[in-house]
């Protein structure tokens, strides 16, 4: 019969305690950290120099697209905003107000007719808004006249020449029996923009 050997069992405190069981192991730590150190150095983290230099290349064209996008849009934004003023300058000069528009206009066709000598008779107008705008409108105004042919056209000259945008839409001129002068009817319109618009 065989005699069976017996091998003492290590503990666990015993094992720390042999110099051969220590030196596996931190042989082994040294081990995985080097592989660690290695897979590192082959594909470090964030990318390779050559990724870096590739990232950085990319970043700043990046900004020059977003900045040069920046410069357009500052310069549209300003040149909205010179149109706005330039708009407004536009309607405070050339549109009438609603509440004074047909007393401002019809004064402004008698002083015309009495520098350029013309009879003025009747008026009439109608306001009608202008499609696409809430705050706009156009006045038509027919009026009858009476002169010469170059008071007529002295009058016309000075409608032309009118501070506010009036446009003569038709004119019909008829000759008075046995007389130089002309029986005339004049369509003009005129622009009007509600109270406080463009202000």
Wanted: charged fraction near 20%; glycine fraction near 6%.
């Amino acid at each position: 019969m065989l005699k069976s050997s017996k091998v003492p069992l290590l503990t666990a405190g015993s094992r720390w305690r042999n110099p051969r069981f220590v030196m596996r192991v931190v042989l082994g730590v040294l081990l995985v950290a080097n592989l660690a150190a290695a897979a590192l150095v082959m594909w470090p983290i964030g990318g390779s120099a050559e990724d870096l230099e590739r990232q950085r290349i990319a970043l700043q064209q990046q900004v020059r697209k977003q900045q040069t996008i920046l410069d357009t849009t500052r310069q549209h934004a300003s040149a909205v905003e010179v149109g706005r003023v330039e708009g407004d300058q536009f309607l405070d000069e050339y549109f009438l107000q609603t509440r004074s528009a047909y007393s401002a206009l019809i004064s402004e066709l008698l002083a015309a007719s009495a520098q350029a000598n013309i009879q003025s008779k009747e008026h009439a107008y109608v306001t009608e808004p202008i499609e696409g705008s809430d705050s706009l409108s156009m006045m038509t105004i027919t009026g009858n006249y009476e002169g010469t042919y170059a008071d007529l056209m002295h009058f016309v000259n000075a409608i032309d020449h009118s501070q506010r945008l009036v446009v003569i839409e038709s004119l019909n001129a008829a000759p008075q029996q046995g007389s130089p002068r002309l029986a005339f009817n004049m369509k003009l319109h005129a622009f009007v923009r509600a109270d406080g618009v463009g202000q």
